[in-house]
Each structure stands twice: as structure tokens, then as C-alpha cells.
């Protein structure tokens, strides 16, 4: 069936067809039925007519046969029957004798009885019906006047056959169907040859040209298009209909072209997004049952985070490249979603909303970020595109900096500000004398609420700097607290091979370096106020020289670099200074030193002198330079005073030199510039280009200046000269006794100490629990301040933990709350021991905790040793030490074994030295343990010291020392 939906002739075809075919069974049926109805028409007529005639006179008995013969010949059809009836019904008279005198109803059909029912017949009916075997019959039954012997009513009745009749109905309907069908095959064909021949290729040309003009040629067109009928009429108006498409669409395509150089020219940005996406995301959210989206959008952030990702940006001009700072178009297509989103995610959410709601438009004012991080302040309008505004799917953005006009509206204001400032002194001068004071003092007073104000946010930037810093201390400390607490605790094994202790032993070094570089850098901001102080105390120099040997040496080693640590003259062990200063300077000068050096070595050079007069003012000088005027240097003071420098004063040279890459001239005076690197830092890629600028400020604040002399390709020297004090060496020995001893276990005869720790962080809590039960404490730990105000109440510990910095109830909190219990209950007994635990690093810290009224401030990371040494003073706890060997390698005048000068060496017979020189030369080593043998007789410190440079192959440094022994002095 498929070739007659898609043919139209065909189905033209039919349409007539049945169309003509319908109307004429329609007319054929309608005049079959007028034709059968007039036939019966004429039928009844001429029983009516005899019926009338006989009515309108007296039968006679002699003449009523004649009559009824008339009645057949005027009917002119076959009389079946004639009756002639009496008013009771009684047959009068019969054209069949035989049934004259017998009832009428014995011959009638029942639709013929209907009409005897009737009292009185005063007109003609008439009755057509059909027997059982199919004879049709018509009959009528009239009123009649008999007049024989007397005068007597009664009713004529007539029965005729119908069958002629019904056979001419029958002959007229067929020849009509016979007709009809002729007519209906003679029109069809002549309709149809009609149709395929004037009206189908009319309409084939026509449909063809439309096709042409869908796939958008539009230079065809209907030839012929002359016809005066309809359908010439419709071909006029096609090819019309082409003409405007072809003139629309050149139109079209001019305004897209000026469309497209308009939005590629327009001064300001404009691009075009699709956002179809996002209306069948809100299209989802209703059939899932979402029924209000603006309010879904506001609450639901990762709604917006979805539609973000839908976002389609589809061009973008030239000014939007320029207003984002990118380098093509296509870089930003690609990031202009992420980077508009990023810039304001509330303006993304309210543009959201505002499409949710069903409007087409959205303003925005807000500050855009560019692709390489510059601002812009910028008015954002979005809008609909007039046919997409139920599918979303093109909508028009437009971008205004407005960055010029606010700075201008800013300038516009201090200028009308100044301009105001201006008139109010013009019209002050105007004014009389006598006001002219007031004037002053006004302007003294605006002057001090300027400064004033100023005063406050300068405070307040302070307070927000030392809130980062405190934080960053914070978050430093607490896992270095982990690292060293958790590697003292392994140092207790007693199972650890020596190279694993002493690998330990370098990690808890470095992590407390670590922690002096941490404590340092954060201090910058003091430096950069002039509020840094020194910190000087007494320490043991060689040991310091040793500890950086260690951390250097491994670096050095892994280049294959020998590291030398000279001193050039006597030198004092035990100083006071600022020890982590220093350390932290040296560290930082030597690492330099071997990152920038591939062959040669590296040397640290030490010296000292006494200082003279001369030297001592130009020093003090430049201390009173560099130092502000409110340090308060505990004993530092006593070096710069004006009486003569006494002996135990010295200055301290210390020298680094390297063989490595140089520093080009021309880079030399940005060497101290913090976070730029030289051209050779570069090439190693490594560092922030700080730490000189740190050693720099540090070495001023000892009261030095710190030197740099180099050679491009040859190598560096870094030198500076600080001012220290001799220190009493049995102070420094009882200190580093009371640390260096470790506590085994608590003493017998003690209470059963309980320490409650208070931490949220389980690392320290961990860490603190099996440092103190390692020694027989009894711990339990509370993770929090309500935690631990409730353990507090039901252990009754001896003595608290408590970290400061702690979600909800801070450590300080806490401290309050366990005193206003104390206070309480006044039977308690004792008063129980608080001791802040925390990594902050600043004096604040320390100063709420007392007046929190904590007895004690132990700051992360600690050493296990300061744990034990705060509870032992508070508590009066007494322990039981770990016995120790007393250090092997140790002179009568106190000199480190591995630190040898030449007037040490000399001490020992010259003919030792030159024995060992000799094997030193030749790199003979049995010929070296033998010589350090035969010193071990005489000395066993400087053997000591020769073993071990000889046991890490430090030949060419013992070959220097000897020769400068074995040099006259």
C-alpha cells in the first residue's frame, strides 16, 4: 500500500473516484425512490378515482356487475377481488358468487382489518402488503350508498395484484444502477486523463523546485508559471515566494556578516554561550521532583558545581581575548567557564536563579581575575536571545571593564576631597583672626585622628600577621613534634646497631636544626620590624663546628667532595652568643657552598682574636646600627661597654671557601636581594634565594657584616668576624649533664605519679604517653577540653598536659576551669601541676598561659628531657640515669679530639709528625695506623682525633694541620 500513499496522482485518483461515486449513489438513490414513490402514486390515484366516482352514487342491483367492470378497466390494472360490503361487513355482492353473503374479514390482511375496527368509514384507505409466498397486493377500502330495495351503507373493496408494479420499480432501478456505473467509469477515466495530463506535472515541477529550494538553491524557478487557474496562481506565488527567500536570506547573510563585525570589532567583550544543557539539567530537577529551583539553587552547591560544567561557551571576540590576557581564542574558549565560575561562584549562582525564575536578563557588577592573574572590575550583562528563551540555547554576554572608570570615579573623589580641603582653607583664611587658632587646633586634632586611625591599622595588619605566623608556627611544629618525639623514643632501643644510633642521633640533630630554622623564619617579621632580639647563652663551640660537620658531610660525600673544618689559631671552646643564629648562618653558608661546587672541596676556616680599641668602637658602631635602640641582649651589653676590652672578649672570624661555579660581577650587588637567585642558582635549581639575605640581617645583628669575594669559574669566600665572650665551662658541662644524661625510670620510694595528657591530636598524645610510661608513670589521655575538665574531676591526676590549641575548649579554657574547681573544693589537697604543651612560637602564648595561671610552658617540639626536667622541678620527682662512658675524646684544655690546631700537634715529639707526615704523603696505611699508634702513648685525645679523620679519609686535612705544626711559629 505503500506506492498509493506516496503517489499523488493515485490518491487524486481516488478522491474523484469515490467523491463522484458517492454523489451518485447519493442522486441515483434519492430519484429511485421518487420514481417507485410517484409510481405508487398513480397507483393509489386510480383507486382513489373509482372509489370517489362509486361514492358519489346509487348502486343499483342490476347494474353493479356493469359497474365493477368499469372499475377494472378505469384502474387498467388485474382486479383480484371486488367486494361489495354492507355496513355489518356482510360480502353484498362478489365478482365470485360463490362468496356473496359471507363475512369480509375472512379475506382480509390483518393490515387491512385496522380500517373495519372503525365504527364509521367516512373516507378511502388504502393498504399495500406481501404475503408469505411474496405476492404483493394494494387494496382500498371506501364508503358506498347501496340503493336496491331500500336504501342500505356500506363500503367498496378492492384487491388488485401488484406484481407489475413492483416489476417496474425493479426495471427502473436497474437501468438507473446500469446508468450510474457508465457514468461513473466514463468520468473517472476522463478525470483522471485530466488530471495526469494538465494537473500532475504542473504539480511535479512545482514540488521539485521546493526541493531544490530546501537544500537552499535558490536560483530555480517554476517556468510557465502563466496559467490563469488556481494553480498557475500557485506557481506565480512560489516563484514569488523564492524571489523573497533569496532576497531574505542575502539580507540574512549581510546582517551576519555585520553581526559578525560588529561582535568582532565592538570595543567591548562579548561572546556567546549555550546553555541547553543547563535547561534540561532544570527540566530534570522538575520531573525528579524538585518544585522550587531558585530555592534548590541557593541551597545546593553542588547543583550550581553540575551546571557549572554545562556552561558552552561559542565564540568570543577579539576584545574578550584582550580583556582576559590571553594569548588565542582557543586557550580561552577552553578556560573562560572555570575561570568566570572560579571569579565569582555567588554571581554564577544568582545568574542560575534568574534563568530558574523564567527571566531573559542579569546584571552583575563584580572583580574578574584574568588568565594570568590581573584584575579587572567589570560589569557583566547576560541575555537571551529573543528565539531561544524557552531552550536556553544561545545567550548573549557582554563584559564592560570598567577598571579606568572606577579608578577615575576614585581619583574624582580624592580630588573632590581635595578639592573640598582646599575651599574649607581658602574660606579658614577668610576668616577672621580671631578664629584662625581654632582653625590649628582643629586641624591638629583631624591630623591626630588620621594618625590614629593609621596607629589602629597598622596594629591591626600586625595582629593579622602574627595570627599567620602563630598559625604556620603551629602547623610546622606539631608534626616535627611527632618526628623528633617518636625518634627519641627508637633511641631507647637498646638493640640498635651503631650506625642505626647514629644515624638516629643525625635525624633528632637535623630535626632540631630544622626547628631553628623554623623558629628563625618565622621571626623575619621582627627583623623586618627592628624588633629582633638577640638570644645569646653559653654553648660549646667545638660541638657546634662538629654537629655542622655531620649534617654537611653527607651531602658532600654523596659528590664526592672532602669537607674541611680548620681552625687557623687558638680558639675559645665554650663562647657566649646567639648559638642559632650563628649555626643557622654557617649551615646556610656552607650548604651553599657545596650545592654550587662539582670538583675541588669546601672549607670552613675559624679564627680568633682579641679586639683592640680601635676596632672595638668601629664594631660597637655598627652593632648600634644594626641592632634596634629597645633590644634588651642579656649580657651582651657587657661587650660594647666604654671601659677596656677585657681578655676573655674575642672576635671570632669564620670563612667559607669553595671551588665551585662564582657569582658573575654584575650579579654581585643583588646577592643579598631576598628571593633572587644568581645566574649559577639557577642552573642548580634549587633554593629560594633567601638564605643569604637572612645570614646577612643575622650577621648585622651580631654586630658584624657578612663579606662576599668571588670569581666567575673559580670559586667563593664568604667571610665575617662576630664579637663573642668566654664562657665558664663547668656552667655549660652541668647543663649539657642535666640533658645529656637519659632517664631510665623513676626512683624507688615515690608516690605512683598520675599525668593526665590533653591533646586533640593523637600523634602527641601517643608520643607524650610512652615517653612518660617508659619511666613508670601512670597516663591517661583526654581528647578534648570537656574530656578533660571530666577526667580531671574523677583520676585526680598529679600533674596536666595540656595543649593549647584544641577544637571547642582551648588548653587555657581548660586551665581556668580545673583552678575554679580547685577553688571549690577547698579539700582537695595538693594544688595539681599545669604545664601548656604547645607549637606556638610566640611570647603571647606564654603570658595567656600564666595568666591562666599554668605553672609551666614547655613549647613542641621538646625534648624528652624538658618533659622530665619540668616535672621534676614542680613535683620534686627524682629519677634513676642511664650510666654513660665519660667521653673519650677530650683534652686537658678541652679541646674536641677531631678538631686539631697546629699548637696542639706540637705538643707531641717532632719526630711523630714527621714519621706521620711521611706516611701521610705516600697514602701508606699501615704506616699511619702505626705512627697513630705510637701518639696514642702520649696523647690519647689527638689519637683519637687522627683516627678518625684517617678512618673517613681525611688524609689531605691531617697532611695541612702537620705541616703548618711543623712550620716555625
Given at each position: 500500500?505503500?506506492?498509493?500513499?506516496?503517489?499523488?496522482?493515485?490518491?487524486?485518483?481516488?478522491?474523484?473516484?469515490?467523491?463522484?461515486?458517492?454523489?451518485?449513489?447519493?442522486?441515483?438513490?434519492?430519484?429511485?425512490?421518487?420514481?417507485?414513490?410517484?409510481?405508487?402514486?398513480?397507483?393509489?390515484?386510480?383507486?382513489?378515482?373509482?372509489?370517489?366516482?362509486?361514492?358519489?352514487?346509487?348502486?343499483?342491483?342490476?347494474?353493479?356487475?356493469?359497474?365493477?367492470?368499469?372499475?377494472?378497466?378505469?384502474?387498467?390494472?388485474?382486479?383480484?377481488?371486488?367486494?361489495?360490503?354492507?355496513?355489518?361487513?356482510?360480502?353484498?355482492?362478489?365478482?365470485?358468487?360463490?362468496?356473496?353473503?359471507?363475512?369480509?374479514?375472512?379475506?382480509?390482511?390483518?393490515?387491512?382489518?385496522?380500517?373495519?375496527?372503525?365504527?364509521?368509514?367516512?373516507?378511502?384507505?388504502?393498504?399495500?402488503?406481501?404475503?408469505?409466498?411474496?405476492?404483493?397486493?394494494?387494496?382500498?377500502?371506501?364508503?358506498?350508498?347501496?340503493?336496491?330495495?331500500?336504501?342500505?351503507?356500506?363500503?367498496?373493496?378492492?384487491?388488485?395484484?401488484?406484481?407489475?408494479?413492483?416489476?417496474?420499480?425493479?426495471?427502473?432501478?436497474?437501468?438507473?444502477?446500469?446508468?450510474?456505473?457508465?457514468?461513473?467509469?466514463?468520468?473517472?477515466?476522463?478525470?483522471?486523463?485530466?488530471?495526469?495530463?494538465?494537473?500532475?506535472?504542473?504539480?511535479?515541477?512545482?514540488?521539485?523546485?521546493?526541493?531544490?529550494?530546501?537544500?537552499?538553491?535558490?536560483?530555480?524557478?517554476?517556468?510557465h508559471a502563466d496559467s490563469p487557474d488556481e494553480l498557475g496562481h500557485l506557481q506565480r506565488r512560489v516563484n514569488s515566494m523564492i524571489s523573497e527567500i533569496e532576497n531574505a536570506s542575502y539580507a540574512l547573510r549581510q546582517s551576519e556578516e555585520r553581526y559578525r563585525v560588529l561582535f568582532e570589532e565592538a570595543p567591548i567583550s562579548l561572546w556567546e554561550e549555550d546553555l541547553s544543557e543547563i535547561r534540561h539539567y532544570f527540566d530534570h530537577l522538575k520531573a525528579s521532583g524538585v518544585v522550587d529551583l531558585p530555592?534548590?539553587?541557593?541551597?545546593?552547591?553542588?547543583?550550581?558545581?553540575?551546571?557549572?560544567?554545562?556552561?558552552?561557551?561559542?565564540?568570543?571576540?577579539?576584545?574578550?581575548?584582550?580583556?582576559?590576557?590571553?594569548?588565542?581564542?582557543?586557550?580561552?574558549?577552553?578556560?573562560?567557564?572555570?575561570?568566570?565560575?572560579?571569579?565569582?561562584?555567588?554571581?554564577?549562582?544568582?545568574?542560575?536563579?534568574?534563568?530558574?525564575?523564567?527571566?531573559?536578563?542579569?546584571?552583575?557588577?563584580?572583580?574578574?581575575?584574568?588568565?594570568?592573574?590581573?584584575?579587572?572590575?567589570?560589569?557583566?550583562?547576560?541575555?537571551?536571545?529573543?528565539?531561544?528563551?524557552?531552550?536556553?540555547?544561545?545567550?548573549?554576554?557582554?563584559?564592560?571593564?570598567?577598571?579606568?572608570?572606577?579608578?577615575?570615579?576614585?581619583?574624582?573623589?580624592?580630588?573632590?576631597?581635595?578639592?573640598?580641603?582646599?575651599?574649607?582653607?581658602?574660606?579658614?583664611?577668610?576668616?577672621?583672626?580671631?578664629?584662625?587658632?581654632?582653625?590649628?587646633?582643629?586641624?591638629?586634632?583631624?591630623?591626630?585622628?588620621?594618625?590614629?586611625?593609621?596607629?589602629?591599622?597598622?596594629?591591626?595588619?600586625?595582629?593579622?600577621?602574627?595570627?599567620?605566623?602563630?598559625?604556620?608556627?603551629?602547623?610546622?611544629?606539631?608534626?616535627?613534634?611527632?618526628?623528633?618525639?617518636?625518634?627519641?623514643?627508637?633511641?631507647?632501643?637498646?638493640?640498635?646497631?651503631?650506625?642505626?644510633?647514629?644515624?638516629?642521633?643525625?635525624?633528632?640533630?637535623?630535626?632540631?636544626?630544622?626547628?631553628?630554622?623554623?623558629?628563625?623564619?618565622?621571626?623575619?617579621?621582627?627583623?623586618?620590624?627592628?624588633?629582633?632580639?638577640?638570644?645569646?647563652?653559653?654553648?660549646?663551640?667545638?660541638?657546634?663546628?662538629?654537629?655542622?660537620?655531620?649534617?654537611?658531610?653527607?651531602?658532600?660525600?654523596?659528590?664526592?667532595?672532602?669537607?674541611?673544618?680548620?681552625?687557623?689559631?687558638?680558639?675559645?671552646?665554650?663562647?657566649?652568643?646567639?648559638?642559632?643564629?650563628?649555626?643557622?648562618?654557617?649551615?646556610?653558608?656552607?650548604?651553599?657552598?657545596?650545592?654550587?661546587?662539582?670538583?675541588?672541596?669546601?672549607?670552613?676556616?675559624?679564627?680568633?682574636?682579641?679586639?683592640?680599641?680601635?676596632?672595638?668602637?668601629?664594631?660597637?658602631?655598627?652593632?648600634?646600627?644594626?641592632?634596634?635602640?629597645?633590644?634588651?641582649?642579656?649580657?651582651?651589653?657587657?661587650?660594647?661597654?666604654?671601659?677596656?676590652?677585657?681578655?676573655?672578649?674575642?672576635?671570632?672570624?669564620?670563612?667559607?671557601?669553595?671551588?665551585?661555579?662564582?657569582?658573575?660581577?654584575?650579579?654581585?650587588?643583588?646577592?643579598?636581594?631576598?628571593?633572587?637567585?644568581?645566574?649559577?642558582?639557577?642552573?642548580v635549581r634549587e633554593g629560594t634565594g633567601l638564605g643569604l639575605a637572612i645570614c646577612r640581617k643575622f650577621v648585622q645583628l651580631m654586630g658584624g657584616e657578612l663579606e662576599v669575594n668571588s670569581q666567575e669559574g673559580i670559586g667563593t669566600t664568604c667571610s665575617f668576624e662576630i664579637q663573642v665572650e668566654a664562657a665558664n665551662q663547668s656552667t655549660i658541662l652541668r647543663q649539657q649533664s642535666t640533658y645529656s644524661k637519659r632517664v631510665v625510670s623513676l626512683s624507688p620510694g615515690q608516690p605512683e605519679y598520675r599525668?593526665?595528657?590533653?591533646?586533640?591530636?593523637?600523634?602527641?598524645?601517643?608520643?607524650?604517653?610512652?615517653?612518660?610510661?617508659?619511666?613508670?608513670?601512670?597516663?591517661?589521655?583526654?581528647?578534648?577540653?570537656?574530656?578533660?575538665?571530666?577526667?580531671?574531676?574523677?583520676?585526680?591526676?598529679?600533674?596536666?598536659?595540656?595543649?593549647?590549641?584544641?577544637?571547642?575548649?582551648?588548653?587555657?579554657?581548660?586551665?581556668?576551669?580545673?583552678?575554679?574547681?580547685?577553688?571549690?573544693?577547698?579539700?582537695?589537697?595538693?594544688?595539681?601541676?599545669?604545664?601548656?604543651?604547645?607549637?606556638?612560637?610566640?611570647?603571647?602564648?606564654?603570658?595567656?598561659?600564666?595568666?591562666?595561671?599554668?605553672?609551666?610552658?614547655?613549647?613542641?617540639?621538646?625534648?624528652?628531657?624538658?618533659?622530665?626536667?619540668?616535672?621534676?622541678?614542680?613535683?620534686?620527682?627524682?629519677?634513676?640515669?642511664?650510666?654513660?662512658?665519660?667521653?673519650?675524646?677530650?683534652?686537658?684544655?678541652?679541646?674536641?679530639?677531631?678538631?686539631?690546631?697546629?699548637?696542639v700537634l706540637r705538643s707531641l715529639p717532632l719526630e711523630l709528625l714527621e714519621n706521620l707526615d711521611l706516611a701521610v704523603d705516600r697514602l701508606n696505611l699501615d704506616d699511619i695506623t702505626a705512627v697513630i699508634s705510637a701518639i696514642r702513648a702520649h696523647n690519647v685525645v689527638i689519637a683519637e682525633a687522627l683516627t678518625a679523620l684517617a678512618e673517613r679519609f681525611r688524609y689531605r686535612e691531617i697532611r695541612k694541620v702537620l705541616r703548618s705544626a711543623l712550620e716555625k711559629p
Amino acid at each position: 500500500m505503500k506506492w498509493i500513499v506516496e503517489s499523488l496522482p493515485i490518491k487524486i485518483s481516488l478522491i474523484i473516484l469515490c467523491s463522484g461515486s458517492a454523489a451518485l449513489i447519493l442522486l441515483g438513490y434519492h430519484y429511485v425512490n421518487r420514481f417507485k414513490h410517484e409510481i405508487d402514486e398513480r397507483i393509489v390515484g386510480k383507486l382513489h378515482i373509482p372509489a370517489y366516482l362509486m361514492s358519489q352514487r346509487v348502486l343499483n342491483l342490476d347494474t353493479v356487475a356493469d359497474d365493477v367492470s368499469a372499475l377494472e378497466n378505469l384502474v387498467g390494472e388485474e382486479i383480484v377481488q371486488a367486494f361489495i360490503v354492507k355496513k355489518d361487513g356482510t360480502i353484498f355482492f362478489a365478482s365470485d358468487v360463490e362468496r356473496e353473503g359471507q363475512e369480509l374479514t375472512h379475506y382480509l390482511h390483518k393490515k387491512e382489518r385496522i380500517h373495519l375496527t372503525k365504527e364509521t368509514i367516512t373516507e378511502s384507505h388504502i393498504t399495500d402488503y406481501t404475503n408469505q409466498d411474496g405476492s404483493s397486493f394494494l387494496s382500498i377500502l371506501a364508503p358506498l350508498r347501496l340503493q336496491f330495495e331500500e336504501s342500505i351503507d356500506g363500503y367498496l373493496y378492492l384487491k388488485i395484484n401488484a406484481a407489475n408494479i413492483q416489476q417496474k420499480k425493479d426495471e427502473i432501478v436497474s437501468l438507473f444502477f446500469l446508468g450510474s456505473t457508465l457514468t461513473i467509469v466514463v468520468t473517472t477515466l476522463l478525470e483522471v486523463i485530466f488530471v495526469h495530463v494538465l494537473i500532475i506535472p504542473r504539480v511535479s515541477k512545482t514540488v521539485s523546485v521546493l526541493e531544490q529550494v530546501e537544500k537552499g538553491n535558490l536560483a530555480v524557478k517554476i517556468q510557465h508559471a502563466d496559467s490563469p487557474d488556481e494553480l498557475g496562481h500557485l506557481q506565480r506565488r512560489v516563484n514569488s515566494m523564492i524571489s523573497e527567500i533569496e532576497n531574505a536570506s542575502y539580507a540574512l547573510r549581510q546582517s551576519e556578516e555585520r553581526y559578525r563585525v560588529l561582535f568582532e570589532e565592538a570595543p567591548i567583550s562579548l561572546w556567546e554561550e549555550d546553555l541547553s544543557e543547563i535547561r534540561h539539567y532544570f527540566d530534570h530537577l522538575k520531573a525528579s521532583g524538585v518544585v522550587d529551583l531558585p530555592t534548590h539553587l541557593s541551597q545546593s552547591p553542588d547543583a550550581v558545581q553540575h551546571c557549572a560544567k554545562l556552561v558552552n561557551v561559542l565564540d568570543v571576540n577579539k576584545a574578550t581575548v584582550k580583556l582576559f590576557d590571553a594569548d588565542n581564542k582557543q586557550d580561552l574558549l577552553a578556560d573562560l567557564p572555570r575561570v568566570l565560575i572560579e571569579a565569582s561562584q555567588e554571581r554564577f549562582r544568582e545568574e542560575l536563579i534568574v534563568l530558574a525564575k523564567g527571566d531573559d536578563r542579569f546584571t552583575h557588577e563584580f572583580e574578574q581575575r584574568t588568565l594570568r592573574g590581573g584584575e579587572r572590575q567589570v560589569i557583566l550583562h547576560l541575555e537571551v536571545a529573543p528565539d531561544y528563551k524557552t531552550s536556553l540555547g544561545k545567550v548573549l554576554i557582554s563584559l564592560i571593564d570598567i577598571t579606568k572608570r572606577k579608578q577615575a570615579e576614585d581619583e574624582l573623589q580624592q580630588y573632590q576631597d581635595h578639592l573640598e580641603d582646599l575651599v574649607q582653607v581658602r574660606t579658614a583664611e577668610l576668616k577672621s583672626a580671631n578664629k584662625h587658632l581654632q582653625q590649628e587646633i582643629a586641624e591638629r586634632t583631624r591630623v591626630e585622628q588620621e594618625l590614629r586611625t593609621a596607629k589602629d591599622a597598622a596594629e591591626a595588619a600586625n595582629h593579622a600577621k602574627s595570627i599567620f605566623l602563630a598559625n604556620m608556627s603551629h602547623e610546622l611544629r606539631t608534626p616535627l613534634n611527632a618526628i623528633l618525639g617518636f625518634a627519641q623514643l627508637t633511641a631507647r632501643e637498646q638493640s640498635l646497631a651503631a650506625v642505626q644510633r647514629e644515624n638516629l642521633n643525625i635525624i633528632i640533630r637535623s630535626g632540631e636544626h630544622l626547628l631553628t630554622l623554623i623558629n628563625d623564619i618565622l621571626n623575619m617579621s621582627k627583623i623586618e620590624a627592628g624588633r629582633m632580639t638577640l638570644m645569646p647563652h653559653s654553648f660549646d663551640l667545638y660541638q657546634m663546628l662538629r654537629s655542622l660537620e655531620e649534617m654537611v658531610s653527607l651531602r658532600a660525600a654523596r659528590k664526592n667532595l672532602p669537607l674541611v673544618v680548620s681552625c687557623i689559631s687558638e680558639i675559645p671552646q665554650y663562647i657566649t652568643a646567639d648559638e642559632a643564629k650563628l649555626r643557622q648562618v654557617l649551615l646556610n653558608l656552607l650548604s651553599n657552598a657545596v650545592k654550587f661546587t662539582e670538583q675541588g672541596e669546601v672549607q670552613l676556616l675559624v679564627s680568633s682574636r682579641q679586639k683592640a680599641g680601635g676596632k672595638r668602637q668601629k664594631t660597637e658602631n655598627r652593632r648600634q646600627k644594626t641592632a634596634s635602640s629597645k633590644q634588651s641582649v642579656e649580657g651582651g651589653r657587657q661587650a660594647i661597654d666604654d671601659s677596656p676590652l677585657r681578655p676573655t672578649t674575642f672576635c671570632l672570624q669564620f670563612t667559607v671557601k669553595d671551588t665551585g661555579l662564582g657569582i658573575a660581577p654584575e650579579e654581585m650587588p643583588l646577592l643579598f636581594e631576598a628571593f633572587v637567585q644568581t645566574q649559577s642558582g639557577r642552573k642548580v635549581r634549587e633554593g629560594t634565594g633567601l638564605g643569604l639575605a637572612i645570614c646577612r640581617k643575622f650577621v648585622q645583628l651580631m654586630g658584624g657584616e657578612l663579606e662576599v669575594n668571588s670569581q666567575e669559574g673559580i670559586g667563593t669566600t664568604c667571610s665575617f668576624e662576630i664579637q663573642v665572650e668566654a664562657a665558664n665551662q663547668s656552667t655549660i658541662l652541668r647543663q649539657q649533664s642535666t640533658y645529656s644524661k637519659r632517664v631510665v625510670s623513676l626512683s624507688p620510694g615515690q608516690p605512683e605519679y598520675r599525668i593526665l595528657v590533653v591533646d586533640d591530636q593523637y600523634e602527641n598524645r601517643t608520643l607524650l604517653r610512652r615517653v612518660l610510661q617508659t619511666v613508670g608513670f601512670r597516663v591517661q589521655e583526654a581528647v578534648h577540653g570537656e574530656e578533660a575538665v571530666a577526667r580531671f574531676v574523677e583520676w585526680q591526676p598529679h600533674a596536666v598536659l595540656l595543649d593549647i590549641r584544641m577544637p571547642g575548649m582551648d588548653g587555657h579554657s581548660v586551665a581556668r576551669r580545673i583552678r575554679a574547681i580547685e577553688a571549690q573544693e577547698s579539700g582537695r589537697g595538693s594544688r595539681t601541676i599545669l604545664v601548656t604543651v604547645s607549637a606556638s612560637a610566640f611570647d603571647e602564648d606564654l603570658e595567656r598561659s600564666r595568666a591562666a595561671d599554668c605553672d609551666d610552658f614547655v613549647q613542641k617540639p621538646f625534648r624528652e628531657a624538658e618533659i622530665f626536667h619540668v616535672l621534676e622541678q614542680h613535683l620534686g620527682v627524682r629519677y634513676m640515669y642511664e650510666e654513660t662512658e665519660e667521653p673519650k675524646i677530650q683534652s686537658k684544655g678541652g679541646v674536641p679530639g677531631h678538631i686539631l690546631t697546629p699548637s696542639v700537634l706540637r705538643s707531641l715529639p717532632l719526630e711523630l709528625l714527621e714519621n706521620l707526615d711521611l706516611a701521610v704523603d705516600r697514602l701508606n696505611l699501615d704506616d699511619i695506623t702505626a705512627v697513630i699508634s705510637a701518639i696514642r702513648a702520649h696523647n690519647v685525645v689527638i689519637a683519637e682525633a687522627l683516627t678518625a679523620l684517617a678512618e673517613r679519609f681525611r688524609y689531605r686535612e691531617i697532611r695541612k694541620v702537620l705541616r703548618s705544626a711543623l712550620e716555625k711559629p
